[in-house]
Antibody, heavy 121, light 107 residues
Framework: QVQLQESGPGLVKPSGTLSLTCAVS?????????WSWVRQPPGKGLEWIGE???????NYNPSLKSRVTISVDKSKNQFSLKLSSVTAADTAVYYC??????????????WGQGTLVAVSS | DIQMTQSPSILSASVGDRVTITCRAS??????LAWYQQKPGTAPKLLIY???SLESGVPSRFSGSGSGTEFTLTISSLQPDDFASYYC?????????FGQGTKVEIK
């Protein structure tokens, strides 16, 4: 059973860079899956941030693309998110998730528990 | 981006009720639609993919239908464990987008 676990600072200063890591266990990151980040502001809905394949190929939400970098570390079986120039609007629970690269089920089937990141001075 | 609109935003129902949630896409997404359930403080859980395919382990009282721009999630007989928020998500075209959510609360 695949498990994902987010880690990183829970507080980031405005204009700073948010950095999170998602550790994958119970399976290799070097498989036919896209590894994604999704966020949820308190009391609001879900927003897809972006995703990466084990090859390093990445796709980003156009609304965040200029500020987002997602990378993969196959040796550590983990992938990471960096979001720059953060403001209070970036305060959210950040989830990592797996999205299989299949013909039919290209949806988020495994999720981490989520980590709350607050942007505040 | 493809916009996803759910209705209603809040649904009050009783145990045993048949419940239907609607999701509309701003353009045709064929059947590339998923439904998730989310309880407070937890990650979303996949219920249905490709509009009507039930994820393994999900109770059969959940069903999905639709194609093109209009989709529905139905819970045939609402159980106490089903009071939660529900989100639709399209995966027809980047970037992946979610509906704003429907909260199913106790009447």
């Amino acid at each position: 059973q695949v498990q994902l676990q987010e880690s990183g600072p829970g507080l980031v200063k405005p204009s700073g860079t948010l950095s999170l890591t998602c550790a994958v266990s119970g399976g290799s990151i070097n498989t036919n899956n896209w590894w994604s980040w999704v966020r949820q502001p308190p009391g609001k809905g879900l927003e897809w941030i972006g995703e990466i394949y084990h090859s390093g190929s990445a796709n980003y939400n156009p609304s965040l693309k200029s500020r987002v970098t997602i990378s993969v570390d196959k040796s550590k079986n983990q992938f990471s998110l960096k979001l720059s120039s953060v403001t209070a609007a970036d305060t959210a629970v950040y989830y990592c998730a797996r999205r299989p690269d299949t013909d039919v089920k290209q949806v988020f089937d495994y999720w981490g528990q989520g980590t709350l990141v607050a942007v505040s001075s | 981006d493809i916009q996803m609109t759910q209705s209603p935003s809040i649904l009050s129902a009783s145990v045993g009720d048949r419940v239907t949630i609607t999701c509309r896409a701003s353009e045709s997404i064929s059947r590339w639609l998923a439904w998730y359930q989310q309880k407070p403080g937890t990650a979303p859980k996949l219920l249905i993919y490709k509009a009507s395919s039930l994820e393994s382990g999900v109770p059969s009282r959940f069903s999905g239908s639709g194609s093109g721009t209009e989709f529905t999630l139905t819970i045939s007989s609402l159980q106490p464990d089903d009071f939660a928020s529900y989100y639709c998500q399209q995966y027809n075209r980047y970037s992946w987008t979610f509906g704003q959510g429907t909260k199913v609360e106790i009447k």
